[in-house]
Each structure stands twice: as C-alpha cells, then as structure tokens.
C-alpha cells in the first residue's frame, strides 16, 4: 500500500492493535508479580533470573529458541487456518502425527543420511497436511463444526504415538523410539538446531503469501466474507480444504524438525504436548499476523525456559508461568474486543478531538 | 464373546459413572448455547470445580459443601467470560480457548499450595454411593445404575427438570428466544444481556458441578489434567444430543459406555495393542458427529455477539 | 377524536449525524394515521424511539397527555404501544402461539398458561379476522400468515397504538386488501394505528391523515381528503417531482442469453421456478417486477451460476449450451453482477476499498506478476483511486475497510469493479435498496450508460416505480412463472399490478 | 518507475513489520527493568572450581520431577528418601524441587541448576536418561562439581548414547526382590486366588516386578492367576477405578499392588467399593498403612539410597556411570508395617519368606523370567 497515509483513526486503529498486546504482556507480568509476592518470594529477582535464564548468554538464546521453534510451527498452522475462517484447533494431532510420519520412514525404512532427512521432513508435512484433510472434507460435505472433530483427532493422534513408540519402533521395550539416526539429523546452528532458522523463515514466507499473492488474497476473502467469495468466483470449498492442508502441513513440518532437531531425537511419552493450545493462542494474540505470531511464540518460548530458571532460583511452582500466560491471554482477548466497541471508539475520538481543541483554543 | 457378558454389568456401571461428569457439563452448555454461547471452555471451568470441589471438600469434612463452592468457583470462571462475551463482544471461540489454558493453571496452582501446605490434603474422602434397597439388586442392571452416589442420581434427575423448564416454563420460552433470535427478544421487552448472562451463571455451575463429581465421587484425588477431555465431549454430546436435555442424556451415556467398553477391552486382552481401545470413545464421537452432527444446526443466532443498539 | 400519542421536538444523533432532528407528531384514537418518507428519512429511526429499542436525544413524548419516559420496549408495551416490523421479529423455530405469548408478563405463576392463552388469542382471531394457525412453526408459514402473527403478538399485549412498518412490501394485492380490512375492524374498536410505507396509491387508500418526513425532519401534517398523491409526493421528495423516464429502446440486439422452460424447484411456491423462458438482448433492460419471494433470488443465482437448473436449457450468445454452471465460469463469459446484499453479497467489509475494488482481478498480470505469485501493490492502489475518482466514491483513504462506508458508496463500489471490466451481462438486483435520491440517480444513469454500450441488463427488483423506469421490456414473476411480458414504452400499469397478484 | 515503487512498498510494509517486532522486544526489555539489575543469585557459590576431591563445607541437593511431591506414589517416595539421606547428612542443604517440569522443559530444568553449581542433581525416572544427555556433557566439561543422579535406569541399556557418564550415577532397586515382597504377602491374603497388578509403564522395572510378583504367589499357592495392566499411565485416577471393578466383577480379584501413583488411589476406591475386608491392597513405594487407608494390609517400600550418593560425592568416589543396586540387604527394599486385617499367622509365614527373599533362595531366576517372557 504505497503512499499509506492512513487516516486519524486508522492510525489510532494500528497504534492500539499494536498496543493491546503489549499491556496485556506487561498486566500479566505485573499480576505474576503480585502472586509471587504473595508467595514471599522475591519478583524482581524472579522476573531477573528468568530473563537470565532464557536471554542471559548465547547458549541460553539458543535455548529459548529452539524451546520457541514448536510453537512458531503450531503458531504458525493455527493463523494460517484462521485467516480462511477454520478454527482449526487439532494443531497438536497434525504436529504429532508429523513427528510419527517422519519416525516411521526414517525407522521403518532403514533411510540414512540427508535422503533420510529430506524424506522425513517431506512425510511430516504431507501426513501433517492428511490429518488436517480429515476434518476438512467433515466440514466441507457434512458441515461438521471442525473444533470438536479436529480435538478428537488430537487424542487418536495421542494413542497412535503410543502405539508407534511401544510396538512398533520400540528401544529394547522401552516406551520411546530408537534414537534418529546422527546423519539423518538436522544440522546444529549456533548451539541450536537449523529448525529455527527453517520457523522464523517459514514465518516470513507464510506473511508474503498471505498478504502478497493473489492465493493468500482469496485465502483472506474467504476467511472474512465466504458468500461473497462465492459470488465473486472464488472456489470456496477447494480453498477451505487447501486452508486446513496447508495449516496441517505447517504443523507436521513441526512436528517432524522438532524430532530431528532436538534432544532425545525420540518420540516418546509427552511428545507435543500442550503445543497445540499454545499455538491457538499464538495465533491470536498475533492478530493473525504470521511475523508477529514468530514474536509471540518467541515470547512464550522465553516465559518457559525463563520460568523454569525462575522456579530453580526462586522456587516458585511452575503453574504461575502457566497463570501469566493465561493471564496474557485473556488481557489480549478482552483488549482487542474491547478497542471494537463502538462505545470505547467515541470515547478515543472525541477525547482526541478535546485535545486537538484544546491545542487550538 | 462370554467374556464380554460378563463384564458388561461393569461396562454398564463405568457407563454410568462416566456420564454423570459430561451429563453435567453438556446440561451446561445447553443452558449456554441456547442463549447463544458456545462455551469453549468446559474443560477449564470443570477443572476449576474439581479442584476446589476436593479442597474445601478435604478442608471443610463436608463434601457437599464443598460441591456448592466448587459451583460458586466455576461461576466466577464462567462470568470472566460472560463478561467477555457478552459486554465486551469479544470472539466466543477465542475467549473459551483463553478460559481452557487460564482455569486449568489457577487449579494446579492452587493445588500445589493446598497440598504444599499440608501432604495429607493429597487425598480427600468419597462420597457414600446409596443403593436404592428394591431396585439395586436387580440382576445385571441393578448395580449398574441403582447404586450411586447421590450426586449421580441428582444429575440424571436435572434432566427432567431441565426439559421441563424449557418446555413450559415462561422463562424457559425466553431463554430459547434469546439464542434463536435476540432482537426479536429485545422488542418483546426480555432482557437479552440478563438472560445471556444467566446463562453463564447456570453453565458454569453445572460444568464445574460435572468437574466436582470427578474429585467428590469419582475419585478420592486431584491430579492436574483429570478431566481429561471430557469439556470437548461435552460440547459434541451437545451437537448430537440436538441441543435438548433428553438428547444430551443419551449422548452422555452413549459416551460413558464406549468409555466403560475401552476399560472392559484393557482388562480383558492385556496384550493386545491397548492404544487402539483408547481410542474407541473419541473415535465414537467423530463418528457420532457424522452421523447426527450436521443436519440440525441448533440456535440460530448460536455464537453471535449481539450488539444492543445497532443502527 | 381524543388524543392518544404527541412526540415533541423528537431528535437522534448517532455520531455525527442527526437520523432525526425536531420532529414531532400526533395522533388520534380510532385514527390510520400515515408516517410518509423516502428510504432514510429517519421513519423507522422515530419509530424505534416510540417503541424505546433507541433513546432520543432530545425531546418528549406524551400519551392521552401525560408525559411519559419509554427506556425499553418492555415499558412501551406497558404504554399499549406495539410495533410490527418490517422485518418479522418472529422466532422460526417455534409455532405461531409460543411466538405471540413469548415474553408475556400477564401470568403470575412462572408455568406456561397454554390452554388460557390461546383462548384469549382465539377470541382477538374472531374480533379482528386474523387467521392464524397456532401450532405451526413460523418457519413453515406464509409471508402473509407471519404478518398476522406479528399483528397478534400487538394485539394479545393491550396495545392501543399499532405501528406497521412497510407491511404492505412483502403482501400480494389480495393480501394487502386483507390487511387493509383488519386495519379498519382495528380502528373501528378505537385502536390508532401508525402506517408506515412510501407507495402512494396505498397511502390514499387507507389513512385519515398523513405526516411528511423528510431528511429527519417532520415536514407537514395534512387530511388525507384535501391533498392529492402528486402534492404528498413533491412534499416528500422537496422538489418537483417529474417522472424522468429513460429513452427506451425498441430494437434490441443479438440475444445474448436464453431460458428455455427452465425450473429449479418447482414444487417450491414461495422461492423456485417453474416453466422459465427469457431472452435477454444485447443493448437492452430486461426489467422483472413482483414482490419478493416469488422465485427472484432463484432466477439471480441461476443467471450467476450460483445454482443450476433441474429441467430445461440455458443458452449462450451463440446458441451453445451452457453445461458448467459455477461463478467463474458466467464471470469469465462477461458477466457483471450486482447482488442483492451488498454486505453478504458484493463486498468483503473486513477488506480495503482498494481490495474490494480488484476483487475479481488479483491474479490477472495488471495487477499480479507470475499470474497471481506477487500482488503489484502499487497498481492495485493507482488503479483503486481512479476509480475513485470515476466514481465519486466518497472515503477518508482507499485503505479504509469497506464496511465503513455508507450503503450508496458500498453500492459505487460495487459498481465501480463490476462495470469496469465492461460486461456483456448485467445483473442488477435491487440495485436501490436503501439508497438516498442522489444515489439512486447515479446507479440508474450507470446501468443504462451499459445498456446503451450494447450490454444486456436484467433488472431484477421489488421496486415497481425503479422497474417501471428503466425497463426496455418488463416481465412479471409470480409463484416462479412468468405472468406475462409487457413493452417497457408505456406500460399497461393496471394489467402488470394484477398480474404481479397472480391474476 | 514502477520498480522502485514496489520497492518502496515493500520498504513501507516492512516498517509496520518491524514495529511489531519491536514492539514485543520492547515488551522484554519493560520486563527486565522491571526486573532490576540481572545479576541474580546464580553466580553464587561458584568456588566449586576445585577439584571435588577436596571435601567442601557445604553441598547443594536439587530434585527434578515430573510430578509433585505429595502424588502418594513415585514423586513422594522419592522425596522422601531425599528428606531421609538429607537428616543424617547435615552438610547437605535441599533446594526447592522442581515439580511438574514437562518433557519439552526437562533439560532447561537440569541446565538451570547446572549453572548454580549445585552439588547434586536428582532425575526421577528414566525419561530423564534420554533428556539430559547434553546437560550431562556440558556440566561435565565446564561444571566439574555437578554430579547427576537417575533413578530406575540402567546405565548401559539406556545411556548408550551419552559421549560421558562421569558425572553420572544411576539407582537400581531390585526388582525382583520387591516383586516377591508383594507376591508374597498377596500369595497369603488372596482368597480368590485371583490377583491384579497395575503397572502405570511397559518398563522394565515393571515387567520385572509382575513377573517375580506372581511367581512368588504361585510359588505359596500354584492355582493363583494374575491379571497385569502396564498402560494406565500415572494420572488417569478414573481409570485406576473402572480398571478395578472390572477385574473385581469379571475376574474376581481380591489383592491388588500398583505402580503407578495416582492410578492406584483410583484402585483403592474400588477395593473399598466392593467390601473394604475381603479386597485388599498392596502400596507402592510408600509406607501407607493407616486408618485412613482401609484397604491396604502393607506396602513394598523403596529407597533410592541417596545417602549413598552423598557419602561418594563426599569422598570424591562418585560417577562414572555406576548403578547403586538399592535391595534388601542395604535397605533399599524393606515391607512396611502391616495393617490389622493381617493375622498374625500370616505375619509370621512372611517374615519367614522375608528371610529367604533376602537371601536369594525363595525364588529361582528361571521361575521369574518364566512369566517375563509371557508378557
């Protein structure tokens, strides 16, 4: 949009979508604060390890970054379906199933280095984006509202990890899978794995596909206005199933650098748990924006790595992390809706327009 | 195949216990969605009443006082997102996923200090299940549903209770109205935004009552992550119970049995692949839901933020 | 005659613009008495003040004298006033009775007195000859029945004061006259009764005295007797009021599409068609008249490729038949389309006017390299303010979501993509709905300025006056057959009303 | 001209981009002025750059668990035999333990306390072998006086892919003595002759328990049969109680013994259901015989021989990837106290059995291995 110039209240628009997440950060931090201070702990000394411990050194960064890379991915699937109107809430199943499609072709077919590698990747996305097909075509044929079909498949997804790291690529009985061949891994990157370089990536090749080509343009009409995508030409139902593919395949990919990039390099009990939530919420304090979602999941990446450093220094039970990042999540939720009503609207302008008077009285 | 009958008098009292807690929580979500809220956060708001359920239960000796304020919790859950819902107009969905990943996390702290406070408030006691003399040793049947906890027979008994209210009740007329059509309410002079928010009162008392029944009656503990679920089922019971109390009861137990098959099958074939009977009740409610889901589409104004003055 | 209602000095602000400003009001027991205006007067807007759905911003309102203060529709009903809306506030899912008592406070128990209820309902039935059937759900009962639900719904409260707003729009002419005989058994019992609608000839017929509102504000009250419809008209538009009809076109091009004994439903009275035959010419206005739901939507979608026919063909320019029916597909053969619901239909509101305005084009080369792989920013917005120029779109930036526009810049908007890529094929489906006067002339030169660049145009709308304008040739639609065609010149009037009525 | 407009454009989009961005960095750095001077508490007691050998003063202990301390099954168990090694080592000093750490936050945990110098690492349960496998090699090199502690693991099986074990010891409870303890006391008190297990995990220490548990049974009574479950997970409370009442009802099981913390407490509640007298249960790792716990007649209590640990530590011997076995000849294992519903004659006959499970002779390794391979 060359020559933006945005007008007085759509600049008021983009100063408070901006905003709204930022005091929600800083409301629930001051919050956390209070409980730990209730707890006779020390906040500040908290808040201080916990930023030593996810930006303190290089390593730490490193740490936080591939703690924040899963949840780039699910972040990433969760404002992709978003933006065509799917609420796709099965990012956890697509992630895991991921991690499975590249366990078996690496284990099952025996596949070494880099073709073990490239192949891995490729059957996370492409069964990611087949478990995300499942409950499109449900909602394409027979309007089935996708949020609860696509939660069961996280569940069936759960018990078909189980299965894979039990019986069938089992280590010696244990319940984890053999460990991914060392050639097959991903590369390591400045102390972490070049999975992350792949997330902040992909976060910037999903913003220019959304925002600049004519696919993530109809992706968007469909998303705010599908009757009158329909009227207009659009193939809405081919472009909601491309929707939960896509999201699905972002969220296999996932799934499949999560296993070849991070210790143990197994699946194992607890593999992806808790991504999928995350990555909704990613997605929605990012205003469905993918560049700011990687900023968002990187927030989030930082709150449990910092807050597990937190816990050792100040001993304070990890679910408070979890109650700040509730607490963000709902600050976020309220503020947005709150900046769109139409009474808090009238207040902004015209005590913006008192002040011009004021200025020129 | 003998094996199977055999065990099916407890798949039919897993089925029973299994039903009350979603029965609870979709008898909720009725109340919610005919007055036009989905309630996304059912799983947060039953987390929230399990586990204050079982503390003021173990603290107080009284586990039904501690039901009430487990109820009263699950209320101020539910009306943080009534408030965001319906006064500010915020995104249904969006709201109740924030309820799921807040509620959950204010349980577990609490928890880690209640029990951090005193190891032995890690256990709480049961509540007595009373076996109706003639009916319980029915053959077969009996035990299964005739020997209860009180608050098992309560919650089927709501179900009568809460056909009734909105078949023949004047209030129960407006509610309905309110989800199908709020304008049309408005100019009828009923007051939307109190129904809506009444709503959320009743929802988050019977969800977090669902949540109590786990930590009161179904088992003696909290653990972090006991409901397990059972929120989203609740919210597919509702889809295929066709948003009636009748309808729901029969979901639920339809639900409750798949679960009680599941256990029956772990028991019985130890060496077979378990994860596959795991799945059984959540493969159900897909299957369900395709099945019954889509035709009836429930409320119309289902979901929508009501602006009062719209120009 | 007493004086049941006076409204003072009535204004509404919302935001900066005044929906009403000083109006005021009075009416009398037993009296029909007529609320006139064009589309946007702020009728409904004093209406929904009376009802107290808004609150004025400044003025008073007094019943039978005493002053009273109406916050919500709950205290208006408690006053006897009722309205029936335009668009029914009627509950689909439940039966006619459940809808009249809904909400009802007359019962002191909190059970549902049904038995009772419905014999009162009964007896008002009888009073007042509104037949209704009680056990049916809304969902399943004619525009008319619904009508007289809502009218029940009134009635059952003790209302003294009824206002109807535009209830003649969706009835049949026999159903009008039906209407019109409840009015009068109404008024006969000492019921006032507020009628609200812009078709004269109806105006005349039925009310005692009428009140002009213009621009938000009230005008003149006169006696129905000494004044004539061209006076009420001139009072209602502000300037002469002349009939500037179009030149019409006798010779009409090439066909550019045809039905042939199309139907789509057929078994559907109130939306499918039945038996469909029409011509459409190049260089000519196919105007189709009738009152909604008689098949209209149908024959748009069918013409958009939003649905295909279940019997009969449709052909092309060329005589071909057409086999794919899908958007696209119509877009891609010239078709320009202006829809029904501009909010639903035309325009993605959450989109930028630029958006919207290249809507159909983001993967054509002007404004996409690689065909569609890299939107040209730049050309999209040089391409949205020519157009907005072209078009007197009146907005802050090209950049502001479409939903903040007015509903006549939606419309220009629409017009603007929609005739840029010059069709071959115009679809206009109440082009005019809710437009001001200014508005409403714009559209109307555009579509002919297309008509006389040799397009095909098909009017589709429920407003007989805009057919009657713009029509080469008007066809009438009732229960989803053609009635009959009849040359847009000077139209047998009488003979196409009937004919909308079924005759 | 038109090339570079587009530039410009892409100049301008990437300003509202990289506001965002900035936005959520300015977030941070609010936070961390918020938080004050950063030099927190973590630089403390950073003398450990000595050799271990020389014995210091003062030594920091720091658990890691995936549970919480008051779960009534594996976390506490383990929590206790810290607070017991803790009571007669004085030079030892506890810091809070790190409860409800997530898989995916395991190594963050491990890293965490690593960088505080602390003397020695407690990991409960082997899901922390695969987990800290970098943790280990980084404290080895640059943080010589940490020494990591994993329970239930065997070394060679399952830290094979370590690059070193120096800092690293493990504890192995026997198995099988504990299996035999529980076998036994069920063997005496079933009168159904039908007893259950639940196992929480197919791990090995499980499977060997069952084996050697229904081993020693038959060994007391030939006829007893044995229903096993290893897939109950460690949470699922529900599932302790329907899983029960299917074996009550179906298979008419009367003894019970579990391994899987809260899933047990679900087993109980059924063992009460179906007559508090006739259906009894076996705890696990913890002594919970009381009144409050009607069902349980005694518990196979298990000791992770911290204390041990700390005295190696103490004299430099620590490491190496060395197994601390915890049995019952270095009260590892013992057999809580019994309930009252135990009739002394039965008391008695399991002392007996005590003694020979003690020294090795009541039960014959083929015998167990036998029921293993079953499995």
Not at chain 2, 71 to 77: D, F, R, T
Not at chain 3, 140 to 156: N, P, T
């Amino acid at each position: 949009m060359a020559k933006k110039e945005l007008s007085a209240e759509e600049r008021q628009e983009r100063t408070l979508s901006i905003l709204t997440p930022v005091v929600s950060v800083l409301l629930a931090l001051v919050i956390g604060a209070i409980i730990v201070a209730c707890l006779g702990k020390n906040p500040l000394q908290g808040y201080g390890a916990m930023l030593q411990g996810s930006w303190g050194d290089a390593s730490k960064i490193s740490k936080t970054l591939e703690r924040s890379c899963p949840l780039i991915f699910t972040g990433l699937c969760a404002t992709f379906a978003y933006k065509c109107g799917v609420f796709n809430l099965g990012g956890e199943g697509q992630f895991i199933m991921g991690g499975c499609a590249t366990a078996c072709v690496i284990l099952g077919g025996g596949i070494e280095g880099p073709a073990g590698l490239a192949l891995g990747l490729l059957a996370g996305i492409v069964v990611g984006g087949i478990w995300a097909l499942i409950p499109g075509i449900m909602k394409i044929t027979r309007g089935l509202n996708e949020m609860i079909t696509t939660i069961m498949l996280n569940y069936i997804a759960l018990y078909f990890m189980e299965y894979v790291y039990k019986m069938m690529y089992s280590d010696q009985g244990l319940p984890k899978t053999v460990a991914m061949p060392k050639s097959a891994r991903l590369a390591d990157l400045a102390g972490t794995h070049v999975g992350v370089l792949l997330a902040v990536v992909l976060g910037v090749v999903v913003w220019y596909v959304i925002f600049r080509t004519s696919f993530g343009f109809k992706i968007r009409a469909v998303g705010m206005n599908p009757v009158a995508s329909r009227v207009n030409g659009f193939p809405v139902k081919r472009l909601v199933l491309l929707a939960f593919v896509i999201s699905g395949a972002i969220a296999g990919l996932g799934g499949s650098v999560e296993l070849l990039g991070r210790t143990p390099y197994r699946l194992a009990d607890g593999f992806g748990s808790g991504f999928g939530f995350d990555g909704v919420a990613i997605a929605l304090i990012a205003q469905l924006n993918p560049i700011a979602a990687v900023v968002v999941a990187i927030l989030f990446g930082t709150l449990s790595t910092g807050g597990t450093m937190m816990q050792s220094v100040i001993g304070v039970p990890t679910a408070i992390m979890d109650i700040i990042r509730g607490l963000i999540i709902i600050f976020a939720v309220a503020g947005m809706a709150m900046i769109k009503l139409p009474k808090i609207r009238a207040f902004l302008t015209n005590r913006k327009q008192s002040k011009k008077t004021e200025a020129s009285a | 195949m003998d094996v199977f009958l055999m065990s099916l008098p407890t798949i039919l009292k897993t089925m029973v216990m299994g039903a009350v807690p979603i029965l609870l929580a979709s008898l909720g979500e009725v109340f919610s969605e005919r007055a036009g809220l989905v309630n996304i956060g059912l799983e947060g708001v039953m987390a929230i009443g399990a586990f204050v359920g079982f503390a003021i239960g173990k603290m107080t000796g009284n586990l039904w006082l501690g039901l009430v304020v487990g109820m009263l919790a699950g209320i101020a859950v539910n009306l943080l997102y009534g408030f965001c819902t319906v006064t500010l107009c915020a995104d249904q969905v969006v709201t109740g996923m924030a309820i799921n990943i807040l509620a959950p996390a204010i349980a577990l702290f609490g928890y880690n200090l209640f029990v951090g406070s005193n190891p032995a408030n890690a256990t709480g006691d049961q509540m007595a299940s009373l076996a109706i003399p003639g009916l319980a040793n029915i053959p077969f049947v009996g035990n299964a549903f005739f020997n209860q906890t009180l608050m098992g027979y309560l919650a089927f008994v709501l179900v009568p209770l809460v056909w009734y209210f909105f078949k023949n009740f004047r209030f129960g007329l407006s509610f309905r109205s309110v989800g199908e059509n709020p304008q049309a309410a408005e100019t009828l002079g009923i007051n939307v935004v109190r129904v809506k928010y009444l709503a959320c009162v009743l929802c988050g008392a019977l969800a977090a009552a669902g949540g109590a029944f786990l930590t009161l009656c179904y088992t003696p503990i909290y653990t972090d992550g006991i409901v397990m679920g059972r929120g989203f089922i609740a919210l597919a019971t509702v889809i295929f119970g066709r948003w009636s109390a009748v309808g729901v009861l029969g979901a639920s137990l339809l639900f409750g049995f798949f679960d009680g098959l599941n256990v029956a099958l772990q028991a019985q074939f130890q060496a077979a692949p378990v994860m596959f009977f795991k799945m059984i009740p959540y493969a159900f409610t897909i299957v369900a839901l395709l099945f019954f889901g889509s035709k009836h589409a429930g409320p119309k104004a289902n979901g929508k933020p009501y602006f009062r003055e719209m120009r | 005659m007493a004086e049941l209602l006076r409204m003072e000095g009535i204004s509404k602000r919302f935001g900066s613009f005044y929906a009403n400003q000083d109006v005021s009001l009075q009416v009398e027991e037993g009296e029909v008495h007529t609320l006139l205006g064009e589309n946007g007067a702020g009728k409904s807007t004093l209406m929904n003040i009376l009802i107290g759905l808004y609150q004025p911003t400044e003025g008073k309102v007094y019943m039978r004298g005493q002053e009273v203060e109406i916050s919500s529709p709950g205290v208006a009903v408690a006053h006897g006033i009722g309205m029936v809306h335009q668009h029914f506030m009627l509950i689909d899912d439940m039966t006619g009775l459940e809808n009249i008592i809904l909400g009802d406070k007359r019962h002191k128990s909190a059970r549902l007195q049904l038995a009772e209820d419905r014999k009162t309902v009964e007896e008002i039935q009888e009073r007042y000859g509104l037949e209704i059937d009680l056990d049916e759900k809304v969902s399943d009962m004619s525009i008319g029945m619904q009508q007289r639900v809502e009218i029940m719904k009134v009635l059952f409260r003790g209302a003294d004061l009824l206002i109807l707003d535009e209830p003649t729009a969706v009835l049949t002419d026999l159903e009008v006259q039906g209407l019109f005989d409840i009015m009068r058994s109404l008024t006969a019992e000492g019921k006032s009764i507020i009628f609200i609608s812009h078709k004269m000839r109806e105006v005349m017929a039925i009310s005692d005295r009428v009140t002009v509102l213009r621009r938000g504000r009230s005008i003149q009250t006169l006696r129905v007797a000494d004044t004539t419809e061209q006076e009420l008209a001139d009072l209602m538009i502000g300037q002469k009021f002349q009939e500037n009809t179009y030149q019409k076109v006798s010779a009409p091009g090439a066909p550019e599409l045809t039905l042939k004994d199309v139907s789509w439903h057929p078994e559907v009275k109130h939306g499918g068609l039945k038996d469909v035959s029409l011509t459409l010419h190049k260089g000519e206005v196919l105007g189709v008249a009738g009152i909604d739901g008689n098949g209209q939507s149908a024959l748009a979608q069918l013409v958009t490729g939003l649905i295909s026919p279940d019997s009969g063909e449709v052909e092309g320019p060329d005589g071909s038949k057409i086999a794919v029916f899908s958007p696209q597909s119509f877009i891609d053969a010239g078709l320009g389309n202006i829809p029904e619901d501009r909010n639903k239909m035309g325009l993605v509101g959450g989109m930028s006017v630029a958006e919207n305005l290249v809507l159909k084009q983001t993967a054509s080369d002007r404004f996409s390299s690689g065909h569609g792989a890299w939107l040209k920013m730049g050309a999209i917005n040089d391409f949205a303010e020519q157009m907005r120029e072209q078009n007197d779109i009146r907005c802050t930036s090209v950049n502001q979501t479409a939903s903040s526009l007015s509903g006549g810049n939606q419309q220009k908007v629409i017009l603007a993509r929609e005739l840029e890529s010059h069709p071959k094929l115009l679809l206009a489906v109440y082009p005019t709905r809710g437009l001001d006067i200014g508005a409403t002339e714009f559209i109307h030169n555009q579509i002919i300025a297309q008509r006389d660049a040799g397009c095909a145009v098909l009017l589709i709308s429920a407003d007989f006056d805009e057919v009657l304008k713009l029509s080469d040739r008007i066809t009438v639609l009732f229960e989803g057959q053609i009635m009959g065609t009849y040359t847009g010149a000077n139209p047998p009037i009488k003979e196409i009303s009937l004919a909308m009525a079924g005759k | 001209m038109a090339e570079n407009k587009d530039l410009t454009q892409m100049m301008m989009s990437r300003r509202q981009v990289l506001g965002l961005g900035a936005a959520g960095a300015a977030a941070l750095t609010l936070a961390a002025c918020g938080g004050g001077s950063s030099d927190s508490g973590s630089e403390a007691g950073s003398d450990s750059g000595a050799g271990d050998a020389e014995a210091k003063d003062s030594y920091k202990v720091a658990m890691i668990m995936s549970g919480i301390i008051t779960d009534g099954g594996w976390d506490q168990a383990h929590y206790e035999s810290l607070q017991r090694a803790l009571k007669d080592h004085g030079k030892w000093e506890m810091l809070e333990p790190h409860e409800n750490t997530a898989d995916a936050d395991a190594a963050t945990a491990a890293q965490a306390y690593v960088d505080q110098d602390v003397d020695l690492i407690i990991g409960n349960g082997n899901q922390f072998a695969s987990d800290w496998m970098e943790v280990v090699a980084d404290a080895a090199e640059n943080h010589p006086g940490v020494h990591f502690l994993i329970t239930n693991t065997d070394p060679t099986a399952e830290m094979g892919d370590y690059d070193t074990l120096d800092p690293v010891e493990t504890v192995l409870p026997d198995f099988k003595q504990t299996g035999a303890l529980a076998g036994v006391v069920a063997g005496l008190m079933t009168q159904t002759k039908s007893i259950g297990f639940i196992g929480g995990m197919k791990l090995p220490s499980t499977l060997a328990k069952y084996s050697a548990y229904l081993a020693a049974a038959q060994k007391i009574d030939p006829s007893i049969q044995g229903q096993y479950n290893f897939e109950a997970g460690f949470t699922d409370a529900s599932f302790g109680t329907n899983l029960a009442q299917q074996w009550i009802n179906t298979n008419n099981v009367d003894v019970m013994w579990g391994d899987a913390s809260a899933v047990d407490n679900g087993v109980r509640q059924a063992l009460e259901a179906a007559g508090a007298d006739t259906h009894f249960d076996i705890a696990q790792p913890i002594d919970i015989v009381g009144d409050d716990q009607p069902t349980v007649v005694t518990s196979t209590v298990t000791d992770w021989m911290i204390g041990q640990a700390m005295d190696e530590i103490e004299s430099g011997s620590f490491g190496g990837g060395k197994a601390i076995t915890a049995d019952m000849s270095n009260g590892g294992i013992t057999l809580g106290k019994f309930s009252d519903k135990v009739p002394a004659d039965v008391q008695d006959k399991v002392n007996e059995y005590v003694e020979e499970i003690k020294a090795g002779t009541f039960l014959t390794d083929d015998e167990v291995s036998k029921i293993q391979d079953t499995l």
